[in-house]
């Protein structure tokens, strides 16, 4: 298929010009956690792009397609960052669900995306979820409709304004919740705060905040993920913070790129993007010398795909956990490859995303690790899930909580 034949108005020149650079060579598949369960080629990288490039020169019809190929994909960007041409596979990615969401519609996926997209209707589902989970023992089982278990309380609405920083006071950060730590996982975001805290850091937590929009915008609904943007970008600059971080790395991995994308107003964008901090860089920044006391721990890292791909962040955590005292770090094989969490995946595709997350697991457990350690409350949930339902004997938590439990004088 040549460059000259891609005349078709689908996809403008930019997609073109990503769709073009790929050579067809293949390295793609070794990454890419579908193919590997299916060695289907349409669902590598190299399989997408070449439907992608037949449906712009109108060789075959969209609606004959459909958008399931796409939607099974993980959206974790292994194959971006592996492959030798270079070729952005996020930006056709997400083109690609924004094109079939307009030509063909997005279904009860995208309904439900644009309906939680609203504000406080999120809170108030989760509110729903919650109390049904209380009045029905093992709701949130395995078999049961509606798992995992949510929080007790939600985090947001437990969290005061303001943390105020311990000792001489460094900067002032607008800490971000996400979704996942707001609504199940309230632990993560109480360690992130306790050791930004701890290490001189006055946190603001606006009350204003919103998903990131990062469920919308990959599932190609522009419209909800940039109302949810907007509202994120005017609450954080309002609180006149020196740094915006999230424990999340999905969030963090919006905020430093699908921003760009989101935002109308590049001044705007600019003036938020200038703040985000990767929380990681920031915590080696603040420094934890002599703030640490041991626990013995034997620990493996997991890259989250939104720090390793999208941010590109993979030494700072690896360089913390090998900084606390007591941790015997050991690297386990395919780290950096997707747990098969990927947000609505897990939802929609659950059979791939268990036996991915099953690999993962494996090969912590191979590696002699007792715990692993993770930047996402996305893949902490998954990972969490799947080793409590296999009985295995493996702990999962977000690096910050190791740096937590070894905090002197913050204690538990
Ligand atoms: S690695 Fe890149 S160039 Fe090679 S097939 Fe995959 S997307 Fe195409
Ligand atoms: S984003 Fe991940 S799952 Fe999707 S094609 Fe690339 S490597 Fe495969």
Known sequence: MGKAALKNKIFDSEILDELNRCSACGTC????PVYNLTGDDSLSARGRIHI???IAEGEIDSSKVGRGIFDRCLLCYACETTCPSGVSTSKIWIKAREYFSRSIGSGVKGEALRVISKDKTLPRLMAVGQMAQRIIPGMHSREGVFRPKLADRFLLDELPNVVPAKGEKKYRV???VGCVSNFFLSEIGIAAIEVLSALGCEVVIPKGQVCCGA???N????????RLARRNVEVFL????????SADATCGGSFAHEYKQIIDSVDLYEEFASKYREIHGLILELGLEGKLKPVPAKVTYHDSCHLRHTQGVWRAPREILKTLPGVE????????LCCGFGG??????GGDSTRISGDKLENAIACGAEEIAAGSPGCILKLREEAAVKNLPVKVKHTLQFVRERMDGVGH
Do not use: T, W
Not at 29 to 32: F, G, K, R, T
Not at 329 to 336: G, I, L, Q, S, W
Not at 344 to 349: G, I, N, P, Q, T
């Open 174 to 176: 607008g800490y971000f």
């Open 52 to 54: 992608l490039k037949a």
């Open 29 to 32: 598949h070794s990454v890419c």
């Open 215 to 217: 469920p919308a915008f």
């Open 344 to 349: 609505s995946f897990s939802l929609f595709h």
């Open 219 to 226: 599932n190609g609904e522009m419209e909800a993920a940039q």
């Open 329 to 336: 770090f050991r690297e386990m094989a395919d780290a950096d």
């Open 238 to 245: 309002e609180a006149g913070v020196d740094y915006i971080v």
